[in-house]
């Protein structure tokens, strides 16, 4: 198959897909004319009309449809081929936009920031450090970083890091003047430092009033005595 004919079936699957020659035109960034040139030249090579044409659409013969059905699958092969032996060789570049929450930005982009853009000089981030809930696809980003499991729709997720525990921590200053709590209510007499969700205003650590009924929770609340060494 020669280059002409090849861009020639191109086209005319393009026309099929889009409806009509100007829309394939403006698919494929060439002029209408030179279109409709494409598509009278592989008319001529076949020997039939791929197209019936009125005044206001555009459909496929008999054999359209057969020549649709029979190079669809063979040309996105080969552009697909082309296309990834095109990016084994060719250094990326352009915008990504990025939204993830302050300590997400904290603890997983800014430590390996200065290593990605030395590695990748032709990619621009954009960055929005926002701790509330962001749509990813409606607000048009590229990636976003979020701790938990909710996900829009047409979104795909990949963890970034392996689970890790939650815990609170107190030095052992402050344990010595106010105590170690043994049960979870204890800690409504104690100084919490907590974090507060933006987008439903919760408030980290929370605990329901009737919390002093569970039992002892050591195995739930690790305490880090961080000046002891321990």
Known sequence: MNNALYNQIRIFQSIARE???????????????????????????IGHPLFVRTTRRIELTETGQLLLEQTAA?????????????????EPSGMVRITLSRFA??????????EFCQQY??????ISVYDGTVNIIK???????????????????RPLMKPFREGLYASSAYLSRHGTPEVPADLCHHQLIGYRFITNNRILPHYPKNAGKTK??????????STTGR
């Open 19 to 45: 409806g009509n020659i100007s829309a394939a035109a403006r698919k494929l960034e060439i002029t209408p004319p030179s279109v409709s040139n494409a598509l009278k030249l592989l008319e001529e090579y």
């Open 121 to 126: 000089p032709g990619i621009q981030l954009e």
């Open 105 to 114: 930005y904290l603890l997983i982009l800014k430590p390996a920031m200065a």
């Open 216 to 225: 002892r929770v050591k195995a739930l609340i690790d305490f880090l005595i």
């Open 139 to 157: 607000e048009r980003f590229d990636l976003g970083i979020r701790f938990g499991d909710i996900l829009e729709g047409g979104g795909v997720a």
């Open 74 to 90: 063979a040309v996105e092969s080969l552009e697909n081929s082309l296309e990834s032996i095109r990016d084994q060789h060719q």
